[in-house]
């Protein structure tokens, strides 16, 4: 009787059809070798082919994104994907009995204010999506009549003048105006200058948002894209991450020109509503070439808004970029850093 390791051969008696359990036991964890083996094989290749194939980051901007592999790892992480599992998650409805715990603990963790909300009580909240955009007490959040306020609970990352249609979200990285809005009415005007206010909305923060002034929004331009993480601490790495990542842009008028308000998308923030544009679906899974950029759809719509006034809400966390036209004389009453509420003033004076 001949025993081969580590192949497929099985002794079968000569006159009975028996099979030696101890072969069939080798042949079979050779098989599962040979298999993850070549399944590793396979899948790491096509997985090198596909990070140094170039796609539409590639084409758009080499400079960034075709030499630096890190990036270009960084970039290829399937976010996308993974934001819709986690926003699927997020709408499901948990059970009553296990509400408290779950959302307690998340409450707990990032620090959420429910003396704040309307329901202060966990079981109130069929799901994390609800939880996420739980109402506040008019109270918590009182608007100033400052002609322009904050548009959600966050942090300020960046503001001030938008230099040579430029404009810069952290220190050190910027991006073209029309590659962020798209193509844009700015009335020339020697009077006014284009200024900017970039605030990121952590996990824990209230997330919906809100007309930061009285204007009003006359188009609602969706760009999709990739779904990267917007925390402070990952922005510098990566040039140009908010023409890469999804967003709802608004753009429109207000009392001095220009004003747009766009809403960028993140890592488990596929999914931004604006009640203005109800048919808007962020974060679909469309299939085309690696190297085709997803088209952008603009729609015309006519929403005015008043200072305060609910424009829409995002899941778990993100960015809100401002960019507007006003006077050289605007003095703003915040800085790098500042921990915002929703309906606090922006400006000092001058606007």
């Given at each position: ?103 307690g603990t998340f409450a ?84 006014l200058d284009l200024y ?46 908010f023409c890469l990542n ?106």
């Amino acid at each position: 009787m001949d025993y081969y390791t580590g192949s497929s051969y099985l002794y079968t008696a000569s006159n009975a059809m028996f099979v030696n359990p101890f072969l069939l036991i080798v042949a079979v964890w050779s098989w599962i070798k040979w298999l993850s083996v070549s399944t590793l094989i396979i899948g790491g290749a096509s997985y090198i082919g596909y990070l140094f194939t170039p796609d539409w980051r590639e084409i758009v901007d080499s400079k960034h994104y075709y030499s630096n592999w890190k990036i270009r790892v960084y970039l290829s992480l399937p976010f996308n994907t993974a934001s819709r599992v986690i926003g699927g998650l997020a709408n499901r409805e948990i059970p009553v009995w296990l509400r408290e715990p779950l959302l307690g603990t998340f409450a707990s963790v990032y620090d959420c204010r429910m003396d704040e909300a309307v329901e202060p009580d966990f079981k109130t909240y069929p799901s994390f999506a609800a939880f996420f955009n739980r109402k506040l007490k008019e109270s918590a959040r009182p608007i100033s009549a400052s002609p322009l306020v904050s548009p959600a609970d966050g942090i300020v990352l960046h503001f001030g003048k938008v230099e040579d249609n430029r404009i810069e979200y952290v220190k050190g990285h910027d991006y073209d105006v029309a590659n962020f809005l798209g193509d844009v009415d700015l009335p020339a005007k020697n009077e006014l200058d284009l200024y900017q206010v970039v605030i990121y909305l952590a996990p824990g923060n209230y997330h919906a948002f809100h007309s930061p002034t009285r204007w009003v929004a006359s188009q609602c331009r969706h760009v999709p894209g990739l779904l990267l993480s917007v925390r402070p601490t990952l922005l510098s790495h990566v040039p140009h991450l908010f023409c890469l990542n999804e967003r709802v842009v608004l753009n429109g008028k207000w009392r001095h020109g220009f004003f747009s308000m766009a809403a960028v998308a993140a890592t488990n923030v596929g999914d931004i509503v604006v009640d203005a544009e109800p048919s808007l679906r962020t974060n679909k899974l469309t299939r085309r070439k690696k190297s085709q950029k997803i088209a952008n759809t603009e729609t015309e719509i006519h929403a005015p808004y008043l200072s305060g006034e609910r424009v829409g809400e995002f899941r778990l966390g993100s960015t809100i970029v401002l960019v507007f036209q006003a006077p050289p004389t605007i003095k703003f009453a915040i800085k790098a850093g500042d921990p915002l509420r929703f309906g606090q003033s922006l400006v000092a004076d001058g606007v």
